[in-house]
């Protein structure tokens, strides 16, 4: 029994040699005779010890009615071996009831395994009028009413003209307008034309197809083409130089046919002269 009471004794001497102790308190700092609804209420509570702290003191918040917690700021400091730990605590009034004194919630820090409790001070409300005053500052933090929030459009605006933009450039590239004139140019009209040949499919449609765009290679450079023509119609800066040498090629195999008795039908053939016409439909409607 004596065993066991000496270690009792022994074990409360080496807790109590190596508790930390903590020396707390808590002061309004702004302070004054009566606080109205929608008042900010600042609070600094101060911890001091003797060795370094070996973690931030952290507030256990709890919801109190009446006042809300809407901030806080802390940091350390250190003199003639005494370490401070100070934290700035911010609340909003809230009441709605009569003017009387309030107590600040209970502060609770949980600093590494331990929990240190801060009674903190008393505060009057004063209610001075039934107005509609009362209930501005609900939801503010400086005494300041908030103002309405604009929602700006304008990135709304931009993205429904790119999409018009975007439609309008398809509708243009789909649609044939026969009074729009570049729209319904020579080279148009020679691809609406063919394609409809196509679908026949057989020889007669395609020598048809063949003149058709001839023609309207003729009406877009202003006369007859031929092989030797094509280099000078169609420079470097022109728009129709990507396809130069298809249309050069077309010119040459298209006199040949003109002019001799052999046909030179395939399938494959009419294949190209549908795809070429509609490469020069898209290069004449370029904006």
């Known amino acids: 029994m004596i065993r066991i009471l000496l270690f009792i004794i022994t074990s409360f001497i080496c807790i109590h040699a190596y508790a930390t102790e903590y020396n707390a308190e808590s002061n309004i700092i702004n302070l004054k005779h009566g606080y109205q609804l929608g008042d900010l209420l600042v609070v600094e509570d101060q911890i ?5 702290f070996l973690g931030t003191p952290k507030l256990l918040t709890k919801k109190t009615s009446g006042i809300r917690l ?24 809230f009441h709605r009831s009569e003017g009387k004194k309030y107590a600040l919630p209970t502060h609770t820090y949980k600093i590494g395994n331990d929990e240190l409790e801060i009674l903190t001070k008393s505060y009057w409300f004063s209610r001075i009028a039934s107005s509609d005053l009362n209930d ?13 929030i604009n929602h700006s459009r304008q990135a709304l605006y931009l993205l429904l003209a790119l999409s018009l933009s975007a439609l309008l450039v398809l509708l243009y590239k789909k649609m044939d307008l026969s009074f729009v004139s570049r729209m319904y140019g020579p080279f148009t009209k020679a691809s609406k034309k063919i394609k409809s040949l196509h679908r026949l499919g057989n020889e007669e449609s395609y020598d048809e197809s063949v003149l058709i765009l001839l023609d309207s290679c003729n009406k877009t450079f202003g006369q007859n083409m031929n092989g030797s023509s094509v280099d000078k119609l169609v420079p470097n800066n022109s728009k129709y130089f990507t396809v130069k040498y298809e249309i ?24 190209k002269i549908l795809y070429l016409s509609q490469e020069l439909k898209a290069i004449e409607r370029k904006l």
Not at 80 to 86: M, P
Not at 258 to 268: H, N
């Open 248 to 271: 050069k090629a077309f010119v040459d195999l298209t006199n040949d046919e003109i002019y001799s008795s052999e046909s030179y039908y395939s399938p494959s053939r009419f294949d």
């Open 48 to 52: 001091t010890i003797k060795e370094p």
């Open 70 to 93: 809407v901030g806080q700021e802390s940091y350390n400091a250190s003199n003639d071996g005494a370490y401070t730990f100070f934290n700035t605590i911010t609340y909003q009034i």
């Open 136 to 148: 501005v500052l609900l939801n503010s933090l400086g005494q300041v009413k908030p103002s309405s």
